[in-house]
């Protein structure tokens, strides 16, 4: 009698068998008799029984595609020779290696210029970071978050990827701060102000100075813009959309990042003052970057008008931020000769600006070796990424 009850509740729906009990005692006393004789019937392994189980306890996967991380770097390694390559062949390597500076005093002093100017845009890049910190509720000090900076610019810019440094970012404030994803979100609306704000000064220049619409070169400048400041204009509206960046769940990186701006900017339409003063300092930060690039170019000997500057250069920095090269190498080179072109400037003198403001930003980088060695390696069981 026990066998045959046991055998008829073992065959019972699939809710049944995962809550599978005995409730009488005096039941189970009598399994525990018959246990021996009856223990094929617990067998929950058969066909009618597995596939369902399986899909219970074992979440659906997502198989979307994603490029294996050694072939995405060999690509980008592959794109930066390319540019490079073809860029150097369009000249004469004699008027290359005329166009590098002879070291005079005065070059000496605008490349150094040129690398204070860098380091001071880190330290403001640090101060919006800080900002943002700070609205989304997170109380650091400026040391910390310079310090977590220069170690993210060190991995990002000595590593064969720009993502690692944000990574480092992330993991080192979310550490300190117990809460990951709010680390995550204050970093992607960090360097989200910092891009806004370069289409702006574009536009903003080139409504000063339109003559400078009037060959291809500021048409191409004005394009890029508009498309640079609607796109990302798009992507905000849809992160900070109830319906929209409400509803994402983080199932891969976009969607995730789109969380996270979301719950930040939540808290930013609170607050809108905030998101003027750091845009303030995402303004005053490129500034910065422009005058130092301004610095390496009168080292080299060239002069353009300062207007020049702020209408392509901010063009410039878009292109070489987009991941097809290594640390813009190659693009920014190219995005150069294009955009200064069109004021009679050489294309050799052009690349060697390009290769001289990779330089300055790799000896500036070098200001997070001391924090990325020494600073904070624990992770806390807590915090996810």
């Not at 991995?155 to 440094?165: A, I």
């Amino acid at each position: 009698m026990a066998s045959a009850r046991v055998s008829w509740m073992s065959s019972r729906s699939n809710s049944e068998e995962r809550g599978f009990t005995l409730a009488s005692p005096c039941l189970k006393s009598k399994f525990r008799r018959h246990s021996t004789l009856n223990i094929h019937v617990l067998d929950f392994s058969g066909p009618p029984v597995r596939p369902n189980l399986r899909t219970l306890v074992i979440p659906k996967r997502n198989y979307s595609f994603r490029l294996p991380k050694k072939a995405s770097l060999g690509l980008r390694l592959i794109a930066s020779s390319v540019m490079l390559t073809l860029l150097l062949t369009q000249f004469p390597a004699d008027d290359l290696e005329a166009r590098w500076p002879d070291w005079e005093p005065t070059s000496w002093l605008w490349l150094s210029a040129s690398l204070l100017l860098t380091l001071g845009a880190f330290a403001l890049a640090s101060v919006r970071w800080l900002e943002v910190c700070r609205t989304l509720g997170e109380r650091l000090k400026f040391s910390q978050i310079f310090g977590y900076f220069l170690a993210g610019q060190f991995v990002g810019n000595f590593l064969p990827t720009t993502v690692g440094g944000d990574i480092l970012r992330v993991t080192r404030m979310g550490t300190a701060t117990n809460n990951h994803s709010r680390a995550f979100a204050s970093v992607i609306i960090e360097r989200s102000t910092g891009w806004l704000v370069l289409p702006v000064i574009t536009l903003f220049t080139l409504m000063l100075k339109p003559d400078l619409i009037s060959d291809r070169t500021g048409m191409v400048a004005l394009a890029a813009s508009v498309a640079t400041l609607v796109l990302l204009s798009l992507l905000i509206f849809v992160a900070q959309h109830p319906s929209i960046g409400g509803r994402l769940k983080g199932q891969n990186g976009l969607t995730a990042s789109l969380a996270a701006v979301h719950q930040g900017l939540a808290i930013y339409r609170k607050v809108p003052g905030s998101m003027f003063r750091l845009l303030a300092v995402a303004v005053a930060f490129q500034a910065c970057l422009i005058f130092a690039v301004i610095c390496i170019a009168n080292s080299i000997g060239i002069r353009l008008d300062m207007s020049t500057w702020f209408a392509f250069l901010p063009m410039v920095f878009v292109a070489q931020v987009l991941p097809i090269a290594i640390g813009g190498l190659g693009v920014r080179e190219a995005a150069l000769v294009f955009f200064l072109g069109s004021s009679y400037i050489a294309s050799s003198q052009s690349v060697v600006l390009g290769l001289l403001t990779y330089a300055v930003t790799l000896i500036a980088s070098l200001a997070g070796v001391v924090p990325f060695i020494f600073g904070p390696r624990r992770q806390n069981s807590g915090g996810r990424l």
